[in-house]
């Protein structure tokens, strides 16, 4: 191993195994060179560097930043840098090999007892889960601190998705329609494709196939104000199109080229929301709704013409089958049907206070 300074005022350190050079790095300080040595050796050796552990939180954390930066998407480095602010004091001015389960459990019971929703520490969870991970890539820690302890769950409501059932999205449809039947036809697309806000905006005409089945390649997503990026999930899914969407998707991809957007307004600029809800009154016609319920939408009207919950699964790109079942408890399970058909048989049948009645 060597360290020298570069004509630049750099300094270059050297890793070797033996006689084999392994790698080398540049860095603005001898310390930081150092330090990067020290760990790649350890890491040769098959352990950890007992004195990577002891660097401050604080510090370790603002390199994990530089590295996430140019490696996940903006809106997950955002949720990093909160993670950050978020981060109790206690945990950042302590040894990095200091932070036990025990420390993590009370920072997520501080967050929920102030006030933070449940959601935003799941959040917070997630990012301090991968910062850990990347310390043990790194060699500084031997194990995730975070792996083992969950969030508590809080007390408050959970917000409920509010779908439209098959006939209010056809009243809805035609209201829109009034307004802005371009605009219509697209959010009728999205309650029976299930697709997102950003993916519909992103939705090029290549997407669009017709064999062996009609559907739609989901590859890409654009939330507003980002470049293209890959879906929720990191993974392409194909969804099918129905007959009531095929020859509205099909008038959308005629005359355009397989690179050309989809979906897009009457002028053929890309979709905004601000301006969609705006011409279509959502505030009025969506009845207190979410654009993104028009995806649970898509969800509950497979599941009730009968589609296997995997299959809504796949479609959806849903990670884990926990997700598709809160539509099924949503709609109600063929329990719930066949134990409200043993209510409304014979109504008054069982006896009891209607039998009272009678015989008053």
């Given at each position: 191993m060597s360290i020298?300074?570069?004509?630049?005022?750099?300094?270059?350190?050297?890793?070797?195994?033996?006689?084999?050079?392994?790698g080398s790095r540049t860095f603005d300080t001898k310390k930081?060179?150092?330090?990067?040595?020290?760990?790649?050796?350890?890491a040769l050796d098959g352990g950890i560097d007992p004195r990577a552990g002891k660097e401050r939180v604080s510090l370790v954390v603002e390199r994990w930043l530089k590295v996430r930066e140019s490696t996940v998407a903006p809106t997950t480095y955002r949720g990093d840098r909160n993670m950050v602010r978020l981060l109790p004091t206690s945990m950042k001015n302590v040894h990095l090999s200091a932070i036990s389960e025990r420390e993590v459990a009370r920072s997520f019971e501080t967050l929920l007892a102030k006030g933070l929703a449940d959601g935003s520490v799941v959040r917070y969870r997630a990012s301090l889960s991968a910062f850990f991970a990347w310390c043990v890539r790194e060699k500084l820690i031997a194990s995730n601190p975070v792996t083992g302890v969950k969030v508590p769950k809080g007390s408050d409501e959970v917000a409920e998705m509010d779908p439209f059932s098959e006939y209010e999205l056809e009243a809805a449809y035609?209201?829109?329609?009034?307004?802005?039947?371009?605009?219509a036809d697209i959010l009728l697309v999205m309650g029976w494709t299930g697709l997102r806000w950003g993916e519909v905006r992103a939705m090029q005409?290549?997407?669009f196939v017709e064999v062996p089945t009609p559907g739609l390649m989901v590859r890409r997503s654009q939330?507003?104000?980002?470049?293209?990026?890959?879906?929720?999930?990191?993974?392409?899914?194909?969804?099918?199109?129905?007959?009531?969407?095929?020859?509205?998707v099909r008038s959308f991809a005629e005359g355009k080229a397989p690179g050309d957007l989809l979906f897009t307004t009457r002028g053929g600029g890309q979709l905004w929301r601000t301006h969609t809800v705006r011409e279509l009154q959502w505030k009025k016609t969506g009845r207190g709704r979410r654009l993104h319920?028009?995806?649970?939408?898509?969800?509950?009207?497979?599941?009730?013409?009968?589609?296997?919950?995997?299959?809504?699964?796949?479609?959806?790109?849903?990670e884990s089958i926990a997700t598709t079942n809160r539509y099924l408890h949503f709609?109600?399970?063929?329990?719930?049907?066949?134990?409200?058909?043993?209510?409304?048989?014979?109504?008054g049948s069982a006896g009891g206070a209607r039998d009272a009645r009678d015989g008053a």
């Open positions: 020298r300074k570069t004509p630049g005022g750099r300094f270059r350190a050297q890793l070797k195994n033996g006689r084999q050079f392994v930081e060179a150092s330090a990067w040595l020290k760990r790649e050796k350890a035609l209201t829109w329609k009034m307004k802005d039947e371009r605009l005409v290549a997407n939330p507003e104000g980002f470049a293209v990026k890959s879906t929720k999930g990191r993974s392409v899914r194909r969804v099918p199109l129905a007959d009531r969407v095929l020859s509205i319920d028009l995806r649970h939408t898509a969800a509950c009207l497979w599941l009730s013409r009968g589609v296997e919950p995997g299959t809504v699964q796949a479609w959806c790109g849903h709609l109600g399970t063929d329990a719930d049907k066949a134990g409200l058909n043993k209510l409304n048989d014979g109504l």
